[in-house]
């Protein structure tokens, strides 16, 4: 399997415009998970998925964002109108759901928005 | 964090010296697991120990666990200028939410 997939690795934006992340996660995996990482605040976990069902988006920061998974193989994360502090890296991670199952994160995709 | 605090923030030491890194987190947990990333790279998973587990160890990496204090520790031993890294701490919750702590970085000077 080649790992968790991301796509683009990098993007440049500008403020109001529409962000689209992808994240394909491995095959197998039921668990979905999306991070963003930045100096201040660190990983913080925006919304997580268990078949394909979102389970807990209280990490979501506001409306802007949202979160799909419309089947097991694909998930998208979309900022609307996108502001210059949602500049940072997004890491999507998938694993087994089950007790005692490690994840795997993907390369991430850094985001700035100027 | 949404979870917990990592400390020390950040450590320097010389190659062959020990680190330690501690965790503290907020919640019940099924598990807690160790990552390491690699600057401008995404995480990759080191070591996981149980909540029922107190030590337990993985070639030159130790990591305890006590569930009372909601602490944990990971000791890199003899460390090499390849462990130059962050590292964190993630707490598998009972809801199978997966928060990680703030990380240390860590940078070993040859």
């Known amino acids: 399997d080649a790992g968790v997939i991301q796509s683009p690795r990098h993007e440049v934006t500008e403020m109001g415009q529409e962000v689209t992340l992808r994240c394909k996660p491995i095959s197998g995996h039921n668990s979905l998970f999306w991070y963003r990482q930045t100096m201040m605040r660190g990983l913080e976990l925006l919304i997580y998925f268990n078949n394909n069902v979102p389970i807990d988006d209280s990490g979501m920061p506001e409306d802007r964002f949202s979160a799909k998974m419309p089947n097991a193989s694909f998930s998208t994360l979309k900022i609307q109108p996108s502001e210059p502090r949602d500049s940072a890296v997004y890491f999507c991670?998938?694993?087994?759901?089950?007790?005692?199952?490690?994840?795997?994160f993907g390369q991430g995709t850094r985001l700035t928005v100027v | 964090s949404q979870q917990g605090e990592e400390d020390p923030q950040a450590l320097s030491i010389q190659e062959g010296e020990n680190a330690t890194m501690n965790c503290s987190y907020k919640t019940s947990i099924n598990n807690l697991q160790w990552y390491r990333q690699n600057s401008g790279r995404g995480l990759v998973h080191l070591i996981l120990i149980r909540s029922n587990e107190r030590e337990k160890h993985s070639g030159r990496l130790r990591v305890t666990l006590d569930t009372s204090k909601k602490s944990s520790s990971l000791l890199i031993t003899a460390s090499r200028a390849a462990d130059t890294a962050s590292y964190f701490c993630a707490t598998d919750a009972t809801g199978n939410q997966f928060y990680f702590g703030t990380g240390t970085s860590l940078t070993v000077i040859p």
């Open positions: 991670a998938s694993r087994m759901t089950g007790a005692n199952t490690e994840a795997f």
